[in-house]
């Protein structure tokens, strides 16, 4: 599944950085992802990076937009041309 930045978020900056995709952006009030570039990492890295430096775990999987591990592994190659 894709991920999505809850209301939560403090917009201290760390998580658009570290996403390779760049599905990360500012969004009107708070962080947003964009669904179509988010592949939860997959195909580099073994965990979601902005996950893993959220400092106040406002990244959850988005349960609206189900994606198997199939589904993002075939996004990544899109996404790289791989």
Known sequence: M???ITDECINCDVCEPVCPNTA???GAMIYEIHL???TE???HFSEPQCVAV???DCIITDTDHP???A???AKYQRLTQK
């Open 2 to 4: 894709a991920l999505k």
């Open 24 to 26: 990360i952006f500012q």
């Open 36 to 38: 179509d570039k988010c």
């Open 41 to 43: 990492c997959v195909g």
């Open 54 to 56: 959220c400092p106040v």
């Open 67 to 69: 994606e198997t591990q």
């Open 71 to 73: 589904d993002l592994q």
